[in-house]
Antibody, heavy 123, light 109 residues
Framework: QVQLQQWGAGLLKPSETLSLTCAVYVGSFSGYYWSWIRQPPGKGLEWIGEINHSGSTNYNPSLKSRVTISVDTSKNQFSLKLSSVTAADTAVYYC?????????????????WGQGTLVTVSS | SSELTQDPAVSVALGQTVRITCQGDSLRSHSASWYQQKPGQAPVLVIYGKNNRPSGIPDRFSGSSSGNTASLTITGAQAEDEADYYCNSRDSSGNSNYVFGTGTKVTVL
């Protein structure tokens, strides 16, 4: 069963760059897109972006200017960098696999998810 | 970009049925998936596709869709179903993005 384990710095100062990595254990890495999603404290979920094993990316337009998602296929890992962070970027960040089914009823869904990493931006 | 709107909170008596709705233009052309999130935990997929449940999700969870509205129904709600629920869909703005619903807090009385 696929498992995602993520890690990265949990406390940043304003203007610094957030950096998180997610490792995929068991199962196929290629053939999927891999996403980052965040959730500010007490608020809802926000999709940040995705990448596939070839390095093709899609980003949330609201974050695109500050986000870079990269992939390391040799380690079955993908990473998130978010530059120039502010207090508004304080959130729990999750990685997740994007699943896609086009057999009849086209659908996408996120499963499984990583355990989440709380990133706090504070001076 | 698209928006998905959910009622902020609903309550249901133990053993009764509750329906959670998700409204948005993107649902006219894209399917919804549903996630359950308990405090301090990562979201868990409960419904995807037309009405599919991942392994381990009880059959009291079901999904449906009509027009611009997707619904998650819990038939015979249990105490452990108390959680936040989020819908999700592909963005219909022409880009390859995703959008989450605003979330619904379900309280089991």
């Amino acid at each position: 069963q696929v498992q995602l384990q993520q890690w990265g710095a949990g406390l940043l100062k304003p203007s610094e760059t957030l950096s998180l990595t997610c490792a995929v254990y068991v199962g196929s890495f290629s053939g999927y897109y891999w996403s980052w999603i965040r959730q500010p404290p007490g608020k809802g979920l926000e999709w940040i972006g995705e990448i596939n094993h070839s390095g093709s990316t899609n980003y949330n337009p609201s974050l695109k200017s500050r986000v870079t998602i990269s992939v390391d296929t040799s380690k079955n890992q993908f990473s998130l960098k978010l530059s120039s962070v502010t207090a508004a970027d304080t959130a729990v960040y999750y990685c997740a696999r994007v699943n896609y089914d086009s057999s009849g009823y086209v659908s996408w869904w996120f499963d499984p998810w990583g355990q989440g990493t709380l990133v706090t931006v504070s001076s | 970009s698209s928006e998905l709107t959910q009622d902020p909170a609903v309550s249901v008596a133990l053993g009764q049925t509750v329906r959670i709705t998700c409204q948005g233009d993107s649902l006219r052309s894209h399917s919804a998936s549903w996630y359950q999130q308990k405090p301090g935990q990562a979201p868990v997929l409960v419904i995807y596709g037309k009405n599919n449940r991942p392994s381990g999700i009880p059959d009291r969870f079901s999904g449906s869709s009509s027009g611009n509205t997707a619904s998650l129904t819990i038939t015979g709600a249990q105490a452990e179903d108390e959680a936040d629920y989020y819908c999700n869909s592909r963005d219909s703005s022409g880009n390859s993005n995703y959008v989450f619903g605003t979330g619904t807090k379900v309280t089991v009385l």
